[in-house]
């Protein structure tokens, strides 16, 4: 039994799936207009986390995640520049170049994260019928207006819209600034298809009922999370942002279409900021899986670093954080490098930690039990086996590091091991460094001991 904090209500519900053990889920994905940043990477490390929590409770998943290939506007709000074109214009690539480079990247990123690749992902520019037939769903039902520049979504006609974000309408009509189209009926009101400029081609346009032109942002989700999931689905995920207007637009038309509910569970994850302020192109301080690697951190180290704070909270990235989750990773691998391998593990501490990660996947209080079981006295096959059971759901690679950790050193690095205990037995330190310092440029990890020097192949997931 798990329980989630469901956005949708503000409060912590059982989860109970709609089709027996089967589980549907949508991740919002990424814009491929640019590399993913670390605070971007942290909603795909959640819906991670929660699809290995459902799975080890014995759910089978089905988890769809959108790629928005198909640029929307830097504003949420229908404003702002269109983000494929900004990236055209900074790399005088095509649209469909842009697009195909940043995904690749996006997929990278989430393999070195450990993250499982979701079973299908969908691709906007895959779905423009899909899209198109929504549109015409909706406008069907009396939920659209055309403009200038677009069909857009009429919010007005809908009485519980901003119910996700339990936004005040009336104070938004009140505080209203003026938007790019001021023929749009209400400030909320959003487009569902927008019209090529006359005067310019575009890379990404299409023929529909309603002139040549392109997707609003919000209908590409509505659209392919149904066509996979069906509706309604089980458990829609994202980032805290996507609240007020993507997933608020997302669930208004989606639930007008239908007549029902799109996603039983709404869940969120909060922002990483940095050195305690927003991480934004406009502070200037994204940083992304590649410059962690610059500096000598892990790919992994980033996934320990989230791990330690709780999905719905706030995390504070700083490099002497990032440092400290590097050093706890580390001496994670040195513990696990002396355990041996068994099959039975602790059954306490792995109640304790599931029971943890059933509530609303607490992370950290799971990680403070494997902790707690790594220093007790319990032998060490058993930490192996509760270890390598923990991973299912932390997913920190333990099996292929214990793997690595545990193979047959090369004879060059042993001879180079005995010649630097026997400089150390001579005290002569300087030369026993010089040589620690070679067996660290060739891959491996030198720890001294009480009991000796311990020589193991460097866990890398770069």
Known sequence: MIKLLNTLGRKKEIFKPLNGKNVGIYTCGPTVYDYAHIGNLRAYLFADVLKRALKTEGYKITHIMNITDVGHLTGDRDMGQDKMLVAQKREKKSAWEIASFYTDAFLDDIARLNIITPDKLSKATDHIKDMIELVKML??????????????????????????????????????????????RNPTD???????????KRDMEWDSPWGIGFPGWHIECSAMSVKYLGQPFDIHTGGIDHVPVHHTNEMAQSEAA??????????????????????????????????????????????????????????????????????????????????????????QFEKTFFEAINDDLDTPKALSVMWE???????????????MKMDEVLGLSLKEAWERLNEPLPEAIMVLADLREALRKENKWAESDQIRVEIERQGFVVRDTNKG??????IDKN
């Open 139 to 184: 406008e069907k039902k009396g939920f659209t207006y055309k403009t200038s520049d677009g069909i857009y979504f009429d919010t007005a006609k809908l009485s519980d819209y901003g119910k996700l974000a339990q936004l005040d309408i009336e104070g938004l009509k009140e505080g209203a600034r003026v938007e790019a189209n001021p023929e749009k």
């Open 258 to 347: 239908a007549g029902k509910p799109l996603a039983n569970f709404w869940l969120h994850s909060e922002f990483i900021m940095v050195d305690g302020g927003r991480m934004g192109k406009s502070e200037g301080n994204l940083i992304t899986l590649d410059q962690l690697a610059e500096k000598n951190f892990d790919s992994l180290a980033y996934r320990y670093f989230v791990l330690q704070g709780h999905y719905r909270s706030k995390l504070n990235f700083t490099w002497d954080a990032m440092d400290s989750a590097q050093n706890t990773l580390n001496n994670l691998y040195e513990k696990l490098a002396e355990c041996k391998e068994g099959k039975t593990g602790a059954k």
């Open 453 to 458: 020097s311990v020589i193991t192949r460097k």
């Open 190 to 200: 959003f487009a569902l298809w927008k019209f090529s400029p006359p005067t310019a």
């Open 373 to 387: 079981m790594i220093h007790s006295d319990i032998a060490d096959s058993k930490k192996y086996a509760s270890l």
